[in-house]
């Protein structure tokens, strides 16, 4: 029988007992609890619990778990010294010197940091995905354009010399896709594109018509994510001074005129629409449709004009999501920073301005992505052969920076793939990180989303883990048959099944 067994149980004790039995730390003290084997305790060990003395004392201050745990532990002193209890201080030392060590190792523990929470996505991108490359002039906006899209369009050593905007349509880089289409062979093959336009550059006062103002704005209206280029180096790769239309190197200043400049039009374009809406919803108060979308866009307008914020940085409900997509607002786009060095600073990857650039952006526009490069490099790498470029990229200890530009400025957009494949195409398809199964195939028509019965799928990984074997992945367990409810994944492999009888809705 235990050494406390022949007593009799006194209501304090039957107290004392309740109370040992859910001795645990309280939430504030970093989530640190007593291990189950710590909370299942019998009356007598309880009992055992030694006089709190400094270092208990310690331990409570440390942990802020405030006067609770001292008045337990005392509680279970005094009873275990009425009642006798035997091996008290050997069994509470030990006990004792346990928390004390998981409470150190918790203050030791690194704080993961903080990311950036998920704002709600702007705009509507299709499966054809545009990007606008901007910035100011000479900064190597159209040298990037044609390294990325190898097109021949001016770019020389002038402000304005790309007056208008030049299209072309750049593979996004997708290993596993290469792979699919290699072991299939199909008799067509569609990978995914970024469709580029090389903007003319803009000026402080673009936005009120300044340099080529209203037209080169026009044309960013009409793309779905923008490349924001500036500029670290001094001088062009022949040795001569590179102009700046602002006379002096500052990549720093420059983002912040294309922000303005970007900003200022959406003004214009929201206060645009929002005056006359004002008009309506006074004549006709109870249109409460209007007044919603009237109340949306005042604040809106608030966050934009008055707050000097961009679109894209807001916290909006659905509604507001909606109006936005409507407005095609410049600052709702999303970014991607394209720091551009001379080749020397690239291949030593030092310059002045890099730290100053990326904690601007992780101030200013947080949670979006910084790329540093050499459009002088990557220029003199296109014209190489493939083995005179593996040289130089070995010799250097580099690696080009292109694929990985077109890469995260498709992706920056929070995109992902899905795969058709079949012997007579192979084609890759874009859409949002999200959608479902019947959204996901009215990409491909709209009959598909209207009449959708199931899916068909397996993903790239299965596939490829499966010896590029489809009838080794049904063996699996991996080819699965998924109804409208099903969320697709990037790189699945899917094909669809689909009825149209009646005629759309109207």
Known sequence: MDAVGSHAETDETRHCNAAVLDLRLPQEADGLFLSPASKAVTLGQSQRIVEADDRIALLGQRLKVGDGLQRTFDAAVAAGERSGAVGAKEMAAEWRESIIRQSRRSEMAPKKKEEPAKRALLGRPTNNVKAGVVGMPNVGKSTTFNIMCKMSVPAENFPFCTIDPTEARVEVPDPDFLQLHKKIMPKSVVPAYLTCFDIAGLVKGAAEGAGLGNAFLSHIAAVDAIFHVVRTFEQTADG?????????????????????????????????????????????????????????????????????????????????????????????????????????????????????????????????????????????????????????????????QIGKIVSDGYHTLQLIHFYTAGPDECRCWTIRDGWLAPKAAGTIHTDFERGFIKAEVYNFADWKEHNEDVAAVKDAGKYRQEGKNYLVKDKDIIFFKFNVTADKKK
């Open 240 to 400: 001569e001074v590179a102009s700046h239309v602002e006379d002096s190197v500052d990549p720093v200043r420059d983002l912040e005129i294309i922000r303005n400049e970007l900003r200022l039009k959406d003004v214009g374009a929201i206060e645009k629409v929002m005056e006359p809406l004002k008009k309506e919803v006074g004549r006709d108060g109870k249109a409460k449709e209007k007044k919603d979308r009237l109340e949306a866009m005042m604040k809106i307008h608030d966050w934009v004009a008055t707050q000097e914020k961009e679109a894209r940085f807001g916290d909006w409900n659905t509604k507001e999501t909606d109006v936005l997509n409507d407005l095609h607002l410049l600052t709702s786009k999303a970014a991607l920073h394209l720091v551009n060095m001379s080749e020397d600073d690239f291949l030593r990857k030092k310059n002045k301005w890099l730290k100053k650039v990326k904690e601007w952006i992780e101030q200013e526009r947080p949670g979006e992505k910084m790329i540093f490069y050499s459009a002088a490099m990557e220029a003199k790498l296109i014209d190489m052969t493939e083995e005179e470029r593996l040289s130089f990229l070995t010799e250097n200890k580099t690696v080009s």
